[in-house]
């Protein structure tokens, strides 16, 4: 089975913190991406990437940048937590073009 | 802009019932996927059920069913026999087969199931 895993599934940071969300998939998948989940809004597209180095803007990446230096593994950095970045942060990764999205557990983010 | 919409926040279904979630979409693209992902509190987002647009036979997977159709830019799904784990939220999501275009998500469906 498809492991996707985020390094946290509760976190509380402070404004103006540097926060790090990490996420790991144990399955070669080259495409991952970032979604932030808020009630009503469905998920909506940070960051995406469809290779090593390689990282594409989403929909909403203001206040957001990312990372991916190795395959397997995708972060996404709030350089400067504000408090309108609480939300649930989902990561998922996919094999080529046409499957589903595999997700991770998602990572509940309040920042005070 | 391509949009998915899901028209019902909140639905309740008796245990044992059949259920049916909306959702419609908006695309100018002939090839696509389309898809139901179920979100129970445990927050884990699972693959439901997948249609590929270019089929005309609708997908199954045992109590879970989709009404699909294209020229309408509908794509809802159905739960057969409702139980109790199925209690959650649904999501419904379309993703184009163009290179460099992404799964575009509704807003999804909250379910609850009554025993």
């Known amino acids: 089975d498809v492991k996707v895993t985020q390094s946290s599934r509760y976190l509380v940071k402070r404004t103006g913190e540097k926060v790090f969300l990490e996420c790991v998939q144990d399955m070669d998948h080259e495409n991952m991406f970032w979604y932030r989940q808020d009630p009503g809004l469905g998920l909506r597209l940070i960051y995406f990437s469809y290779d090593v180095k390689m990282k594409e803007k989403g929909d909403i990446p203001e206040g957001y940048s990312v990372s991916r230096e190795k395959k397997e593994r995708f972060s996404l950095i709030l350089e400067s937590a504000s408090t309108n970045q609480t939300s649930m942060y989902l990561c998922a990764s996919t094999f080529g073009r046409n499957t589903e999205a595999f997700f991770g557990q998602g990572t509940r983010l309040t920042v005070v | ?115």
């Open chain 2, 1 to 115: 802009a391509q949009t998915v919409t899901q028209s019902q926040p909140e639905m309740s279904v008796q245990e044992a019932e059949t259920v049916t979630l909306s959702c419609t979409y908006d695309t100018s693209e002939s090839d696509y996927y389309l898809f139901w992902y179920k979100q129970p509190p445990s927050r884990q987002m699972i693959l439901v059920i997948r249609q590929e647009a270019y089929k005309q036979q609708n997908a199954t997977e045992n109590r879970f069913s989709v009404n699909f159709q294209k020229a309408a830019k509908s794509f809802s799904l159905k739960i057969s026999d409702s139980q109790l784990g199925d209690a959650a939220m649904y999501f419904c999501a379309y993703r184009p087969r163009t290179y460099g275009q992404n799964f575009v998500f509704g807003p999804g469906t909250r379910l609850s199931v009554l025993p």
